[in-house]
């Protein structure tokens, strides 16, 4: 099990769990991972000051090419959260998905706004743990995830870099996938912060790259 911290700026997401180990960016291969005899533990903090929904929503067998190895998320929809109000999830240990805040222009994967990505299957030498921001869709919101013992990763802008998420119409994977960031086997807390930040909408908006929220 693995603890994961997410938190909007506007809307915090803290993920924990537990599996023994701390580890580093692609730890040592003699750290095997079975992590799927826990779950994911996803606490969802809202940090803004208006209420507010995120959504987790699965990606195996479409977005993503695993399909048949990957657990979907079974437990109940995400509340709509007050300020300052919490609530904490489990996803499974095999999970692969997404976390993003509900807005009107949100398809039901995420599409059109920011989303926060996340494959959790293995997370031994060869194959990480990774997650990653990704605005290729829209950018709704300002983000950043970090996990113990590496990489974090914040976006507050359409154009933030490639190092930090996908931007807007990318269809190159960044032409590395740099925006991917990988943890390895062992306990791993995940922590995001995601926030509304009208004023960078609203820059984009202007100039001609996304749509505002209606709401907005």
Same mark, same amino acid.
């Given at each position: ?8 700026? =506007?809307? =915090? ?34 940090? &803004? ?11 195996? %067998?479409?977005?993503?090419?695993? &399909?048949? $190895? ?43 706004? #920011? ?32 996990? =113990? /013992? %590496?990489? =974090?990763?914040? &976006?507050?802008?359409? $154009? %933030?870099?490639? #190092?930090?998420?996908?931007?807007? /119409? ?12 990988? %943890? @390895?086997? /062992? @306990? ?19 100039? /001609? ?8």
């Amino acid at each position: 099990m693995y603890s994961f911290k997410s938190a909007f700026f =506007a809307l =915090a997401l803290a993920v924990t769990g537990a599996h023994v180990e701390a580890a580093s960016p692609w730890a040592h291969p003699r750290r095997a991972l079975s992590a799927r005899d826990g779950g994911h533990a996803f606490t969802l903090v809202n940090k &803004c000051g208006a209420a507010l929904t995120p959504v987790i929503t699965d990606t195996s %067998c479409g977005y993503s090419p695993r &399909c048949a $190895d990957a657990a979907k998320y079974s437990g109940p929809a995400p509340q709509s959260l007050a300020p300052g109000a919490s609530q904490t999830l489990t996803v499974d240990s095999a999970w692969v998905g997404r976390i993003f805040a509900s807005h009107p222009a949100c398809g039901p994967k995420g599409e059109s706004c #920011t989303i926060t990505e996340y494959n959790l299957d293995s997370g031994d030498f060869f194959t990480p743990q990774t997650y990653d921001i990704s605005n290729i869709q829209g950018f709704t919101d300002a983000v950043q995830i970090s996990a =113990a /013992g %590496c990489d =974090a990763v914040t &976006c507050t802008s359409p $154009d %933030c870099g490639c #190092t930090n998420a996908y931007p807007l /119409g990318d269809l190159s994977g960044c032409g590395n996938d740099s925006p991917v960031h990988a %943890c @390895g086997a /062992g @306990g791993i807390a995940f922590t995001g912060d995601h926030d509304f930040t009208p004023w960078s909408l609203r820059r984009a908006a202007l100039a /001609g790259r996304v749509a505002l929220p209606s709401f907005l």
